[in-house]
């Protein structure tokens, strides 16, 4: 029987550098602080989606240059 993965709790630990690249939907939505659907939409805009078999990632950091597009510097 395969080792079943356990949730890592705090995220910075387990990744070099301390920001993950690839995330669910669920951890990203969490992560720009924003609704399910929205941040759904915020990375299909951005092209930042990636299917896997059954499961969805996406790319931070495409979303975080899609998002750059957005910044108002006249302020």
Request: charged share 25%; glycine share 6%; aromatic share 10%.
């Amino acid at each position: 029987m395969p080792k079943r993965i356990s949730a890592i709790e705090d995220v910075s630990k387990a990744v070099t550098g301390g920001q993950k690249i690839f995330v669910s939907y669920a951890e990203g939505k969490d992560l720009y602080s924003m609704g399910l659907h929205t941040f759904q939409d915020l990375a299909r805009d951005a092209g930042a989606v990636y299917h896997i078999k059954r499961r969805v990632l996406v790319n931070t950091l495409k979303v975080n240059e899609y998002l750059e597009n957005f910044c108002d510097s006249n302020r």
